[in-house]
């Protein structure tokens, strides 16, 4: 299938549309012609990104300022699809989110039962989004309800991102990692990628995700995600898949150098 046959997109966001800096996002090259061309042929597109520690409305104020135009509601972030995962299969559980103040009152808002920091070892459910800080002893009481049987979740487990500035280090997987070490049990991911991040796009889309065209930067991730969705896959280098071998039993539909390429073929 080429990517003209595509019913709708999914985008990762760094490394992919814009390379993050300190100083905010910077749209990587032929970024917005790209989602203008896909938005004049009738078709819907989603930015997903396993950053959980903002909103989406957030995201998408920030991503228009750096000039790509995106509708709130086009973005999505592994923390939806971790308060998807949570309402279809832990509907009622104690959850402990190690995660910023922001996301902890979305979770609250949406009626997630949330553990005080100070009760983590009551936890039955262990949810790891971005973290900025958090103390070893909440670690270790995460690892203790892990212990006792505890869900282990996480939002994300790939160690970086692309920043304009080179890797950006994941907290959030340090600190998933950290609980998996002491605990000795492996998180589930649901963010990207996850059978919970199709849904949440597919449902976004409201397209069968075989039909969606996943594009990013990131093998582990996106790629990842894209064949778990049974989708097409198109590997850009300008981010974390830049100046790496891909290993030809992982490579993606289609490699191109930046996003910027696809303009010919939408
Ligand atoms: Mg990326």
Redesign the pocket.
């Known amino acids: 299938m080429a990517l003209a046959d595509a019913a709708g997109f999914m985008f990762?966001?760094?490394?992919?549309l814009v390379a993050r800096a300190p100083e905010g996002v910077v749209a990587l090259p032929g970024a917005a012609a790209v989602l203008a061309a896909i938005r004049a042929s009738g078709r819907p597109l989603v930015i997903f990104t396993n950053a959980s520690d903002s909103d989406p409305g957030a995201i998408a104020q920030r991503l228009r300022r750096g000039g790509l135009q995106v509708a709130d509601e086009e973005v999505l972030t592994a923390a939806c699809s971790s308060l998807g995962h949570l309402r279809r299969r832990h509907p009622a559980a104690r959850v402990l989110v190690l995660g910023t103040a922001v996301a902890r009152r979305r979770f609250a808002a949406a009626g997630v039962s949330l553990i005080a920091e100070r009760e983590a070892e009551r936890a039955e459910v262990v949810l790891v989004l971005h973290v900025d800080d958090v103390a070893l002893s909440v670690l270790e009481a995460a690892a203790r309800a892990v212990l006792s049987g505890a869900a282990f979740l996480t939002a994300n487990y790939v160690r970086a991102?692309?920043g304009l500035h080179g890797p950006i280090i994941s907290r959030g997987a340090m600190a998933a990692a950290a609980i998996a070490k002491a605990s000795g049990r492996r998180p589930t991911v649901v963010g990207k990628p996850s059978r919970a991040a199709v849904r949440e796009v597919a449902a976004r889309l409201a397209l069968d995700p075989r039909r969606v065209a996943f594009i990013?930067?990131?093998i582990a991730?996106?790629i990842a995600l894209g064949r778990l969705a049974g989708g097409q896959t198109v590997l850009v280098r300008s981010?974390?898949g830049g100046g790496g071998v891909v290993p030809a039993n992982r490579a993606a539909d289609l490699i191109v150098d930046g996003v910027g390429e696809l303009l010919g073929r939408l």
Do not use: E, K, R, W
């Not at 990762?12 to 992919?16: A, I, K, Q, V, Y």
């Open positions: 990762d966001l760094d490394g992919t991102y692309a990013g930067d990131d991730m996106d981010g974390m």
